[in-house]
Structure formats: structure tokens, C-alpha cells
């Protein structure tokens, strides 16, 4: 198996590395001792993905996007990562599952979300639902022609800058195993519905200027026809986004890493003690060498993993073990990162400082390390039950 890039290919990625040392890099520091990304600063950046031809590369071209294939979108992805999400955010990745969209929808959302004119936000996570998703308690109760939404939701990344949301609520319950399940429904609810209120959520400390937001429904009235995809199917729509959202974040963990090993060599040539380059000596050298041997384990896991997402045989187990993989190797690359640094590499002078905090969220959000294990030995045992 092959993953040399074609020509195509190699010309996309030095876009993406031109796009990123222009675009996004240099507002990086000051974005994240602001903890903020200036509404002018986030425009400019999507006004310009769009005359790059980037934006909305996540999108089939049916649905008014690039058309790419999946190893295309985790390159890009891959070369993104090197600045922190709150910038790169804005190059603009509309939520795959607006795919669903159907009739008056796709003017309403799908479109304008390709053409750079609406942001939406995915909204799954609820305070006592994380994991545990299909716990959600949020509900949508039937009222002649519109659903009258109450519950609340919360880690809702960049909603405050949305358009929209994507909101998953419960719609019923249908007996399995002698068991009560919830039927889940999908709905496109407009950010200014009056019966839904937004509110800043935590401070964290990973990927500053990327804010999460904490939701709620008050008897919030949505027409039927904002129903995303079909009633008590959006656990089938949901699915869409997170699979293919775990091979994009592995994609992000190894630019990520690739950029921490970067400048862990710059530092190694140049840094001397003892009357030598500390890159001299096996204490790190080893490091570099271990951080590049799983910097490229997690790539071809990765290209792998979207490969067969184009072949249409990517299971949920191969998702998840490019994700763990991608993630884990990322921790462990930047720690060694900031020990070649030294004391430096916890100071906010240098980069490795906010690559090691960024780092810390991926093996949390798009499924926990310890969810990917359980999808993982799940799939690997099923044969046996």
C-alpha cells in the first residue's frame, strides 16, 4: 500500500502550508494570550479560505463543496492543525450531516454553510450525557405541526459565533431486550429562536479563543419540517459525523505532532550545554527519534483509516484506533517537547507551552481514549458472543 502523494495532492498541501504561514500563524500568540479570535480577524480568515478554493473542503460536491476524497480532507486537516483550532476553525468545515438536508433546507442551511454565509454547531453534549450520549435527557414533544423543545445542552464549541445549531433530542422511546431506548431526532433550530438561550460556557485551558457554550431550551418551538434527516433517525445521522470527525481529529493530532517534532529540533541543533548542541546527546536524540518513529505510525494509520473511508469499508474500530493512536501519540510528543525544552518549554515565549496545552483536549472530545477502547475490543469480540 502505497500513500505517496499525486501531484494533485502535493500542490494541495503547499496551499494549506501557504494558507496557515500567512493566514493563521501569525495572530496565533495574540489570539491566545486574548483568549479571543476578533469577529474582523475570523471574516478576513474565512473570506480568504474562500478565495484559496478551501472552504468547505469537507463537502461533497453534490452539496456545493470541494468533492475531495477523505485522504485529501485529512491532509488538509493534518497541515490546519498546525495552528490551533480558534483560526483554523474558520477555513470552515460545515458539519458533514447537513448532507441530510433535504427540500427548502439546503437554501436555508446547506448552502449558505458551503458558501461561507452561516456557521452551525453541533449539539450532542448535554451535562449528564458525555459519553454516555444515547442518556441524553434533552426532549422534543410533538404539538401539532412544530416540536416544543426543553433540556439543556453544554461543551457546544463555537456556538456564541453560530448561525444554527444541530440539536439531538429525544422524540420517543422503542423497547430492545426488554428495555427502554431512547428514539433520537435531529433539528436545525435558529441561534435566535426566542425559547433558546446561549451562555458562555467553562474557561478551558486548551485552544484558547475556541470557545464552548452551554445551551438551553425553554418550550422551544421548531417546525416539523426542521426535522434533520428523518424523526427518531438521529442517532443514524450523529453517526455520520462522529465517525468520519474521528478520523479528521487524528489527522489534526498528527500535524499537531509534526509541528512539536519541528521545533523540538530547531531547539535541539541550536540549544547548547556543556560546549555542545543538546541534540548531541542520546538523552535526546532518543526522544526525537521515538517522537518521529510514532509521529509516522500515526500518519499511515490515519491515511489508512481515510482510505477506507473512500472504499466505503471503513469500520467503527478503524476509526477509533487511528483517533487513540493519533491522540495518545500526541501527549506523549509534546510532554517530550517541553522536557527537550527545558524550563522554556512551560513558558509562554514559546510555542511548545500552547502546543502542550492544546494538545491535552484531543483525547477527550470526539470520544474519550477509554470510548475508542470500548468500540475497538467491542468489534474485536463480537465474533465470539
Known amino acids: 500500500m502505497d500513500f505517496q502523494l499525486n501531484e494533485e495532492q502535493e500542490m494541495l498541501v503547499s496551499t494549506v502550508q501557504a494558507f496557515v504561514e500567512k493566514e493563521l500563524l501569525p495572530h496565533e500568540e495574540a489570539v491566545d494570550r486574548a483568549d479571543e479570535v476578533p469577529a474582523e480577524l475570523a471574516a478576513q480568515i474565512r473570506e480568504k479560505a474562500l478565495e484559496a478554493g478551501l472552504y468547505a473542503f469537507n463537502i461533497p460536491e453534490q452539496g456545493g463543496g470541494l468533492g475531495l476524497d477523505h485522504v485529501s480532507q485529512a491532509l488538509i486537516e493534518r497541515e490546519l492543525s498546525k495552528c490551533g483550532w480558534a483560526l483554523h476553525v474558520n477555513v470552515g468545515r460545515p458539519s458533514n450531516i447537513l448532507m441530510a438536508c433535504k427540500g427548502d433546507q439546503i437554501e436555508e442551511y446547506l448552502a449558505p454553510c458551503v458558501a461561507g454565509e452561516k456557521i452551525d454547531c453541533f449539539a450532542l453534549t448535554e451535562p449528564g450525557a458525555g459519553s454516555d450520549a444515547a442518556s441524553i ?3 422534543a414533544v410533538k404539538q401539532g405541526e412544530n416540536y416544543v423543545i426543553n433540556g439543556a445542552k453544554h461543551f457546544i464549541s463555537h456556538a456564541g459565533n453560530a448561525d444554527f445549531s444541530i440539536v439531538f433530542a429525544v ?7 426488554g428495555r427502554q431506548k431512547n428514539e433520537v431526532t435531529a433539528f436545525l433550530v435558529d441561534n435566535d429562536n426566542p ?4 451562555r458562555r460556557g467553562p474557561k478551558g485551558v486548551s485552544n484558547r479563543g475556541y470557545h464552548t457554550y452551554e445551551l438551553f431550551f425553554d418550550d422551544c418551538v421548531v417546525h416539523e419540517s426542521k426535522v434533520l434527516g428523518e424523526v427518531a ?3 443514524e445521522v450523529a453517526n455520520q459525523w462522529l465517525t468520519a470527525g474521528r478520523v479528521m481529529v487524528a489527522a489534526n493530532c498528527v ?4 509541528r512539536a517534532l519541528d521545533a523540538s529540533l530547531s531547539w535541539a541543533a541550536d540549544r547548547k550545554q556543556f560546549g555542545k548542541a543538546i541534540g548531541l546527546n542520546q538523552g535526546v536524540s532518543f526522544k526525537l527519534a521515538d517522537m518521529a518513529t510514532q509521529i509516522r505510525a500515526a500518519d499511515l494509520m490515519t491515511l489508512h483509516a481515510a482510505q477506507k473511508m473512500d472504499l466505503g469499508t471503513l469500520t467503527d474500530a478503524d476509526a477509533g484506533m487511528a483517533k487513540l493512536f493519533a491522540s495518545e501519540a500526541l501527549g506523549r510528543i509534546v510532554d517530550e517537547a517541553v522536557q527537550i ?14 502546543m502542550w496545552r492544546n494538545a ?10 477509554e470510548i475508542q477502547r470500548h468500540i475497538i475490543s467491542k468489534e474485536l469480540l463480537a465474533p465470539y458472543w
Open 233 to 235: 433517525k438521529g442517532w
Open 255 to 258: 500535524g499537531q505532532s509534526m
Open 137 to 139: 435527557q434533552t426532549k
Open 341 to 354: 525544552y527545558g524550563g522554556m518549554g512551560l513558558m509562554d515565549e514559546t510555542p511548545v507551552e500552547r
Open 360 to 369: 491535552r483536549i484531543e483525547r477527550i472530545w470526539e470520544g474519550t481514549s
Open 195 to 198: 425559547g433558546m438561550t446561549i
Open 171 to 177: 422524540t420517543g422511546t422503542f423497547e430492545y431486550k
